[in-house]
């Protein structure tokens, strides 16, 4: 074996015993550094002509069950609103997609209970690419004044990058995020010919700039590309197992790129 085949396959083992050791969710939180606190502007984006609109406030026609696959996504709608409902479980989109831009508008309710991770938590899983909460995970979070792990927080890629700032809003206003999704590519024999990066604006501020993503989220242990070869896939909400009252969702669409 000459050095250099024998230094990558070293770099394997110890890259492979680091993920075998984090077995624990504590293992891959992070703490500092803490992202400064930004006061955003006040502004609605509303959707561009050649949009595909996700949510119009009126159904979830463009939406299934992820538990139950073609069928319909049992979660409340009234007054031009989307509300998450637990006891049914992750809803995703009928349509699939692969690169794009989207816009999404969410609420923790004004009157939310509890502290960290049991705050308002879902997510905006930007490619869904199983059953359960499998794929990308933007995480949406109560991030005003609440302190958990900051690759954790809302604006996070989740478990894997710290927000570059926190624009939070006081619970029961209005939030957005404004996505770039570019998804991974992968060679005909299933390995990773390029990851996926993500660009996102949280209020309006920039939180994540053209980040590269080490693979799907992992809730225990560290993210990998490894047997997670896909194409295009549905964009997936998260109604979170937490006992905290469940966030909403309005003004839902979508351009492909």
């Known amino acids: 074996m000459n050095k250099t085949v024998f230094l990558m396959t070293a770099a394997i083992l110890v890259a492979g015993s680091v993920n075998v050791m984090a077995q624990k969710p504590e293992d891959t939180e992070v703490y ?3 992202p400064t606190v930004v006061t955003p502007g006040a502004t609605t984006l509303e959707a561009p002509s050649d949009a595909i609109i996700l949510f119009n406030g009126q159904n979830l026609s463009h939406w299934e069950s992820v538990n139950n696959p073609g069928q319909p996504a049992n979660w409340e709608v009234a007054n031009g609103i989307l509300t998450v409902n637990k006891k049914a479980g992750n809803i995703q989109t ?3 997609f692969e690169d794009y831009q989207m816009h999404i508008e969410w609420r923790i309710p004004a009157d939310i209970e509890g502290e960290g991770q049991a705050r308002g938590n879902s997510g905006l899983f930007l490619a869904s690419i199983g059953s359960g909460d499998a794929g990308y995970e933007l995480q949406i979070l109560d991030s005003y004044k609440n302190k958990t792990y900051t690759n954790g927080q809302a604006g996070s890629i989740y478990k894997q990058s710290v927000p570059l700032a926190n624009p939070a809003r006081m619970p029961g206003e209005w939030q957005s995020y404004d ?18 990066r993500v660009t996102v604006f949280f209020n309006g501020v920039l939180v994540q700039n053209n980040y590269e993503l080490k693979g799907p989220t992992l809730y225990i242990g560290q993210p990998s590309y490894q047997g997670a070869a896909h194409g295009p ?7 979170h197992g937490d006992n905290s009252k469940p966030i909403s969702f309005r003004n839902i669409w979508v351009r492909k790129l």
């Open 94 to 96: 009928k349509e699939k």
């Open 233 to 239: 896939s549905p964009i997936k909400l998260q109604a």
């Open 32 to 34: 500092s550094p803490v």
């Open 179 to 196: 996505v770039i999704w570019t998804a991974p590519r992968f060679n005909e024999d299933s390995t990773l010919k390029s990851p996926a």
